[in-house]
Antibody, heavy 115, light 107 residues
Framework: QVQLQQWGAGLLKPSDTLSLTCGVSGGSFSGYYWSWIRQPPGKGLEWIGEVNHSGSTNYNPSLKSRVSISLDKSRNQFSLNLTSVTAADTAVYFC?????????WGQGTLVTVSS | EVVLTQSPDFQSVTPKERVTLTCRASQSIGINLHWYQQKPDQSPKLLIKYASQSFSGVPPRFSGSGSGTEFTLTISSLEAEDAATYYCHQSTILPNTFGQGTKLEIK
């Protein structure tokens, strides 16, 4: 059974780069998209983007200029980088596997942007 | 992008009541519509995939229907543990999008 475990810095200053990693255990990268989703405190879910097993990416146009998602098969992990963060990027960030639907999900990481 | 509009935003319901939640898409998305349940401080959990297919391990009281632009999630007999926020998600057209969520409160 595939499990996702995510990690990364939880407190950033404005203009920093957000970096999160999601480790994948119990399954293969092939055939799926590996996604990042975020949820501002008390609000709904926003899809950030995804990468597939061959490294092909899709990004939300609202974040495309600042986001990068990559895959490291040798380490069984994929990563999210979001540059030039502001307070508006404060959210819980989730990783997830996508085969049309999203399952499973990582445990979530709260990232706070504050000066 | 495809806008998903859920209704209602909030509903207070009694145990054993039948509950129907709606998700409307701004354009046709076929059946690539999925439903999730999220409890406070937890990750969302998949309930229904492809509009009407129950996901493994999900109690049978949860069911989904619809296609095109109109979708419903039905809980046939509400239990206290169903207090949560429910989200729909479309994967037909990039970017993937979510509805704003429906929060269910148990009276």
């Amino acid at each position: 059974q595939v499990q996702l475990q995510q990690w990364g810095a939880g407190l950033l200053k404005p203009s920093d780069t957000l970096s999160l990693t999601c480790g994948v255990s119990g399954g293969s990268f092939s055939g799926y998209y590996w996604s990042w989703i975020r949820q501002p405190p008390g609000k709904g879910l926003e899809w950030i983007g995804e990468v597939n097993h061959s490294g092909s990416t899709n990004y939300n146009p609202s974040l495309k200029s600042r986001v990068s998602i990559s895959l490291d098969k040798s380490r069984n992990q994929f990563s999210l980088n979001l540059t030039s963060v502001t307070a508006a990027d404060t959210a819980v960030y989730f990783c997830a596997r996508r085969w049309n639907w999203l399952d499973p999900w990582g445990q979530g990481t709260l990232v706070t942007v504050s000066s | 992008e495809v806008v998903l509009t859920q209704s209602p935003d909030f509903q207070s319901v009694t145990p054993k009541e039948r509950v129907t939640l709606t998700c409307r898409a701004s354009q046709s998305i076929g059946i690539n519509l999925h439903w999730y349940q999220q409890k406070p401080d937890q990750s969302p959990k998949l309930l229904i995939k492809y509009a009407s297919q129950s996901f493994s391990g999900v109690p049978p009281r949860f069911s989904g229907s619809g296609s095109g632009t109109e979708f419903t999630l039905t809980i046939s007999s509400l239990e206290a543990e169903d207090a949560a926020t429910y989200y729909c998600h479309q994967s037909t057209i990039l970017p993937n999008t979510f509805g704003q969520g429906t929060k269910l409160e148990i009276k």
